[in-house]
């Protein structure tokens, strides 16, 4: 990686952690409603893990499919922030015209598959996202980002029988932030090391690895997703991180420990990384602290402002989007009586 | 013209699609090296290969959406569900992932899925594998749902099932996978909405979907001895509902029979007779009836089952009421 690489990469750590900042306060003026999931503290996971695999290069992109937490996954894969914004604020203009909000991001045009609201739904779908570009012969693979908690789904097992049996090359990244909403691991996960639960059990190969730090991040996402690509099989990889703000919006965080969180909080992915380049010479404090104006900036006047100037939908389009708009009538009738 | 029975009609569907387009894969249980638990894709496995007719284990909510995932991305899934019953582990995916991915990406993505299953009651299969559950899925925004009566329909059907661009259900049933018809030999469609009159009269109109249509069929039989005209009209679509065809027929005969197999609160019948009062109620010149099975979770027990069960005689005798002759 070269010094532009690691400022560019230190960058878009920062913007999202102000991207997330920002939709925070958006979401006290009531601007943002429903349930606000946010990412920070976790940004070198799909920072680093994306940055290894083909994104924001339109339909040739690698498919991306997460949870909930879903924002930065899709702005890193190519989702446009402001459309991003725009669909928190649940606008025409947002990624998914407004029918989605913040659980349910889509960008069809870089393969950004969604983000959904059901624990543990995204395993198969990213099994058959893989099983169509294995199909197709593309050399695409499909990266499934989901927590720790969903590991306890049916689907989790399920699914990693059969993307095992079927050779499917799909990535699933394992986002341990120890926590499902307020139940620590321990208290939920016979097995707390959740790459232990495929292996043997699966006979898949799996990992894993420090989430804090995006170049070990990098490192370990490389080898999986080259193995993925290569060899056409399934990889399991999952990354040590923490999640410094509550579950969604209304979490007084009453089950962790003010002690845990400062521990963690020594590990911020973006301190660790700035303190490297820093170090290495990379950059120095005040450039860091340009860069953060500079993002704030296009956060209030581009991103901000796209969002709260563009249209709501339109009430008479309602029930747009429920079935084919345009429906062949071969198949789907009238009945020729 | 040749005669098929429904399973061979089903099967040639597949074959035909799959020899088409080579993104039509088909999934499910039992369904490649052993043929098939209704002979669906009996014979395919050899031809296509065990990337297209795929084995799975028996993980319904994974494989169904391991399909759903592979359809939004251009492959055109076929996946059968053994029996209705099992479709409900697989609930998550089809209510919450396949029914709303189009409406929550604001149109940018679709599934379409074809998930074929049989849902109604065999002989003595007892409480946990005579679900009908029609009523589950027609109610459920953004799927479409559809009841084939006949090969005709299975073959024509599933053909346009697989080309549609929407998620679709096909509800087939255990007692008719065996039933023969003439279809034509040369490849046709049938579409995936529309009610149809399969029968006319001018007394009563009998309305009935899948087996419960052959039910309004065999009662219409004996009425005609007795003098009576009854239409029969199959909805063969439950999602969207067809109420065009059935408001026509009513404001003919004034009288109206809703035939279901399922149990009736919240029901296919309760749907139906609702969109009558609101379309066409002062066509009526008597209650409307529904004949239903008893709410009561299949039994085992053969008298008990068919104590449960409606057959052509209680849509007959449910006619004569409607008739206002007993
Ligand atoms: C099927 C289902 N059950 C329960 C919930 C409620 N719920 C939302 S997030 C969550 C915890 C998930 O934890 P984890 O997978 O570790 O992800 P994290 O939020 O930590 O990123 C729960 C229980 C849900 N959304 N879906
Ligand atoms: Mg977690």
Redesign the pocket.
């Known amino acids: 990686m070269n010094d532009a690489d690691k400022k560019r990469l230190l960058r878009e750590m920062i913007f999202y952690r102000r991207f997330e900042d920002r939709t925070f306060e958006a979401y006290m003026e009531r601007k943002i409603g429903g ?1 606000l ?1 946010l990412y920070s503290g ?1 940004e070198a996971v799909a920072t680093g893990v994306l940055e290894m695999a083909v994104v924001g290069k339109g339909k040739e992109n690698d498919y991306v499919i997460t ?3 879903d924002h930065i996954h899709a702005i890193k894969t190519g989702a446009p922030p402001r459309e991003v914004m725009a669909e928190l604020y649940g606008k025409e203009t947002g990624s998914s015209k407004g029918r989605g909000g913040s659980m349910h991001i889509f960008d069809a045009n870089q393969n950004f598959m969604g983000g959904y ?5 995204p395993f198969p779908l990213a099994a058959g996202l893989a099983l169509g570009a294995k199909h197709k012969g593309t050399k695409q693979i499909a990266i499934c980002f ?8 049916g689907t989790f097992h399920e699914t990693m029988n059969m993307a095992s049996i079927w050779n499917l090359p799909v990535l699933f990244v394992c ?7 307020g ?1 620590h ?1 321990a208290r939920s996960t016979a097995q707390p090391s959740q790459y232990k639960r495929v292996d043997t059990a699966y006979n898949m190969k799996s990992s894993q690895h420090d989430g804090m730090d995006i170049e070990e991040v990098m490192a370990a996402a490389k080898q999986a997703i080259d193995y993925v690509r290569n060899e056409e099989k399934p990889y399991f990889i999952e990354f040590m991180t923490y ?1 410094f703000r509550g ?2 919006m209304s979490d007084a965080k009453g089950y962790r420990t003010k002690e845990e969180e400062a521990e963690w909080e020594k590990r911020d992915p973006i301190k660790i990384f700035s303190k490297k380049l820093i170090e290495a010479g990379v950059l120095k404090e005040a450039d860091i602290k340009a860069m953060e104006k500079e993002i704030d900036d296009e956060i209030e006047n581009d991103i901000i402002k796209f969002a709260e100037e563009s249209p709501e939908p339109k009430v008479e389009e309602l029930t747009r989007y429920v079935l084919d708009d345009n429906p062949d009538p071969r198949w789907i009738g009238p009945l020729q009586k | 013209m040749a005669e098929t029975a429904y399973w061979e009609a089903i099967r040639r569907a597949h074959d035909e699609e799959m020899a088409r387009d080579p993104m039509v894969i088909a999934m499910g249980e039992d369904i490649g090296v052993a043929g098939g638990t209704y002979k669906a894709t009996s014979g395919l496995f050899d031809k296509y290969g065990e990337t297209r007719i795929i084995d799975c284990p028996i993980s319904e909510n994974s494989y169904t959406g391991i399909g759903i995932g592979a359809s939004m991305v251009g492959m055109r899934p076929i996946i059968e569900i053994m029996s209705i019953n099992f479709a409900l582990l697989a609930l ?1 995916t089809i209510v919450n992932a396949a029914a709303k991915i189009r409406y929550m990406s604001g149109g940018q993505l679709e599934c379409p899925i074809v998930m074929r299953t049989p849902g109604g009651t065999a002989h003595q299969l007892a409480a946990q594998h005579s679900a009908r559950l029609a009523r589950m899925f027609m109610s459920t925004s953004g799927l479409r749902v559809v009841t084939p009566r006949g090969p005709l329909d299975a073959y024509g059907m599933l053909k346009s099932a697989i080309r549609s661009n929407d998620p679709v259900i096909i509800i087939e049933h255990e007692q008719m996978y065996n039933l023969k018809e003439e279809i034509p030999d040369e490849e046709f469609f049938r579409p995936l909405e529309g009610a149809e009159v399969i029968r006319e009269g001018t007394d009563i109109t009998l309305i009935g979907y899948n087996y419960s249509v052959h039910l309004c069929m065999a009662a219409a039989e004996r009425l005609a001895k007795d003098g009576i005209s009854a239409e029969v009209v199959d909805l063969r679509s439950l999602k969207p509902i067809d109420r065009e065809t059935i408001r026509k027929s009513v404001e003919k005969t004034h009288k109206v029979l809703v035939a279901e197999e399922d149990e009736a609160p919240v029901g296919v019948g309760s749907e139906i007779i609702t969109g009558i009062m609101e379309d066409c109620f002062f066509a009526l010149d008597s209650q409307p009836v529904r004949i239903h099975a008893a709410d009561v979770p299949v039994p085992y027990n053969h008298k008990l089952e068919k104590a449960a069960i409606p057959n052509a005689d209680d849509v007959y005798q449910g006619a004569l009421k409607v008739m206002g002759k007993i």
């Open positions: 349930f999931h976790q949870g909930y937490r609201a059901l624990v543990g739904q989901l927590g720790d908690g969903a590991n306890n789904q986002e341990n932030n120890g926590y499902a909403i139940t691991i999640r579950h969604s | 998550d």
